[in-house]
């Protein structure tokens, strides 16, 4: 997914339907296509704006100005490519080759390699940061942004009340500005989330995890990334083929640490249980 659709789309879902903001992105998204050669006065035009309305609105989601935001947009055109490199596999494309029997062994077998192979005292061991730490975020990009929001809701019950954005930008803020106080739970399957901007143009290097004083928990298969000096401490994934199963074994993994969790520290007192 282009760092353009991502912002217009983490728009859609932050603004109230009927903003100008919201109607904006709308209209952008609607015509993505075609957005690297619609000059701002017609872009303007086309959302019944002005077309300093139009500039500040491109300023707000993050680029520098209107070209700036055409020249995404002209990269928006190039093709979306799920899967970097020749060793590893979508699973619809996996699905579609080898048929979903297949791949549900294929995941069953990572299911079970994952629930084998996993460190408990690592878990263990954030477990208690989970229930030690003042503030907790969770972050991570596309697919893996939706553990972190997966995170967020399962900590709820146990009224441990994780922060995490779909915004990237407030993703990098809240990183470079995160204190010795806070918690930072990353799941980023090649581990990639550290270093790089991978949905921007020539990929330029994050600083943010340079500068954050947060004690970094990364979820990852990348087994690399135990070197990595900005990370604390890795959990990491185990594939027993080269289908992309993280964003099921991510939701596998929340379920074993919000267990051991219950089982640790049970619920809070304003909590019922039926």
Known sequence: MHILYQRLIT?????????????????????????????IGEMAALCSVSKSTVSKFVRRIGFDDYTDFKLEAMRQREKDVYIRGGDSVNITDYILEHGMDRYVQVLTNDIRNQASSIDMERIERLVEDIHGYKKIAAFGEIYSETAALNFQYKMSYYRKYVYTTI??????????????DTLLLIFSNSGRYISTFSKLDGEPEK?????????VVLITSNTEMERDPRVDMCIFLKYGERVQNHPILYQFLIEQITARYQKKYGFPDDVIID
């Open 11 to 39: 728009t859609i879902n932050e603004e109230i339907v009927g903003t100008t903001e919201y109607h904006i992105a709308s209209l952008m998204l609607e015509n993505i296509n075609q957005l690297y050669q619609i000059p």
């Open 207 to 215: 600083e943010c995890f340079n500068k954050t004083k947060a004690r």
């Open 167 to 180: 915004n990237d930008r407030k993703q990098e803020h809240y990183i470079a500005e995160a204190g010795a």
